[in-house]
């Protein structure tokens, strides 16, 4: 059901869904697993939606530990120019807590990955979701 909305959400933007991008539905522990070697080498941008899937189970939410060591393996296979993207919902049980690890770690790699941190809104209420976009 999950694939069938992302792939409506990319023809939607893009007209068709490109085929260099592929989705996945899947626990971010086992992330490296689903990069295919032959895309190792080209990997340049990667993103996170934290939280639970729209019209989904709200029990089953990302994890902060699973979400922090993903975003960690991934960086070691970013081509330069690279980019993460992370989506975080704050507003459910651990939401916040995510977010701010998610925001911790970024801010580490910002300084020893020499890379550009973003966030959107700037000043986010405590409930509400955040963008975060690390440029490398």
């Known amino acids: 059901r999950m694939r069938s909305y992302y792939e409506t959400c990319a023809a939607a933007c893009m007209g068709e869904r490109p085929a260099r991008m592929l989705y996945h539905v ?8 689903l990069v295919r070697p032959e ?22 939410i990302t994890q902060s530990a699973y979400t922090l060591k993903a ?8 081509t330069r120019p690279a980019c993460i993207s992370v989506l975080a919902y704050r507003g459910h049980a651990g939401g916040f ?7 911790e770690l970024l801010q580490q790699l910002q300084q ?8 959107y809104p700037t000043e ?10 690390l440029e490398f």
């Open 26 to 33: 899947a626990n971010h522990a086992i992330i490296l697993d």
């Open 39 to 60: 895309h190792q080498a080209s990997l340049s941008a990667v993103m996170f939606n934290l939280g639970y899937l729209p019209s989904g189970d709200k029990s089953i």
């Open 71 to 78: 975003i960690s393996n991934l960086v070691s296979l970013l």
């Open 97 to 103: 807590e995510e977010a701010l690890a998610v925001q």
């Open 112 to 119: 020893t990955q020499d890379a550009s941190l973003c966030q």
């Open 124 to 133: 986010p209420s405590e409930t509400s979701p955040i963008h975060f976009f």
